[in-house]
DNA sequence: AATTTATGACTGACCAGTCAGTCATAAAGG
DNA sequence: CCTTTATGACTGACTGGTCAGTCATAAATT
């Protein structure tokens, strides 16, 4: 039950408080350091860590910063030294995990190779950078919560998405003039990461009922929109 | 402030309580029926309704079931004559609204065309059966928060996804045998699905940004599919 | 009058965010 | 170098507010 009184509780017998924290930063497999810097770099971190696995599980309303502190081995209050609330601790979390993605992203769309080879490489960074990854996750919530957060939809847009459909833009651009592929495609690079994102959310959604090999598929979807250079 | 007491305030000065109730009926378009089955009816799918709006905008856990009732022109009690609790709410929301697309859906999995027009069919049904309609919110939902309902998944997978996935299949099955699509594309009846949920996800964050017109998109996906019969 | 249907005030649990207090570490002084 | 003083990172009990679900009572229907 709830305490009924107004009066202050005095402090009284803290047993060992320290001890739990610097415990949890140890386990958290850091050596502890020293420098005020550092730890504190690291705390942001661990707080961050725990938030994607708080919000990968129960969502943004339903986490709970009490759970975000215990796991991150921090108290409470420690995550509003580092974040202004829960909403910015969610939108950090989301900028800080995809923000690097886009300039390697856009490297590849400066490539000019054959698309069948390019294709490859796609998969291959699609499946290694996001499937293979936390960042998994933090797609899953760009895609679940993103309708409740516009400014970081927007920001999403603008600084990820919009960039990186200019970049497979450009690319599918080369290759439609090639003729390796039709140029109707060049006009919706989505089609691209389509099955990309199918995937993330299948696998959240239906992976123990039917697996589903994203290599495999982006593969074979990738060769099939290639236009054969008539028929053998 | 909280009222501090634990006291149970006796009942006073209930002031036409009906009216508001049965005006907000009328309202709702509905001649306000006399028998007792057809009114239960309308107040069940009223609840429905509104709680797709509600879950919709702000989610299942920040959904309000205060606001469900008010939209509903109902007091918050009665929606526990019709459901369980909130999580049975939304449930029954996603079982009444994708089940009966089921059916049209293994139909067309049935007829034996050419996927060049089965193909516009395709496209056709998702458009007027989905993308323009309140189950592009109920799919949205689906998406967002199927994970923390693991007996919907399971349930929305047996009845819904599995047959689908199992109709396109066979559909793909027949045209690859004709010669209208590479084989490997047989395996992956998500393929053809994959543009279109994309569409749903991207209308739901970045159109307001980058509008993307499905229809366009969908079928230049489909005819860069279709295996060229011989260059002209 | 009896039964069914509906209402909305109320409760209890829950949780984001606060802040008075603590303590490890750093800086200053001897 | 050692001791003292200062700093601010960190803590967690607490507050204020929210909301799902209940139930005594009222309205409608038979």
Do not use: C
């Not at 509003?80 to 590849?108: H, N, W």
């Amino acid at each position: 039950m709830r305490r009924a009184t107004g009066l202050r509780k005095p402090r009284a017998n803290r047993v060992s408080r320290r001890k739990r924290a610097s415990e949890a930063a140890r386990a958290g497999g850091k050596s502890l350091s020293t420098t005020r810097k550092t730890r504190s770099a690291e705390r942001r971190d661990a707080i961050l860590a725990a938030a994607l696995d708080e919000f990968s599980t129960r969502g943004f309303e339903a986490a709970r910063l009490d759970d975000v502190a215990r796991r991150a081995g921090v108290a409470k209050g420690t995550i509003y030294l580092y974040f202004r609330d829960k909403e910015s601790l969610f939108q950090e979390l989301i900028r800080t995990m995809l923000t690097p993605l886009v300039g390697t992203i856009e490297a590849m769309g400066q490539t000019d190779l054959p698309l069948a080879v390019l294709g490859d490489r796609i998969v291959e960074l699609f499946v290694s950078q996001i499937y293979e990854t936390r960042r998994k996750d933090v797609v899953r919530l760009m895609i679940s919560e993103g309708r409740r957060f516009p400014k970081l939809a927007e920001f999403y847009y603008r600084e990820v998405l919009s960039r990186i459909v200019a970049a497979v833009r450009a690319l599918l651009r080369r290759a439609a003039a090639r003729g390796e592929i039709a140029e109707s495609l060049a006009e919706f690079p989505q089609i691209i990461a389509a099955p990309g994102l199918l995937a993330v959310i299948w696998n959240g959604l239906f992976e123990r009922f039917e697996p589903l090999d994203v290599r495999r598929m982006m593969k074979a979807h990738l060769d099939t929109l290639l236009t054969p250079r008539r028929a053998p």
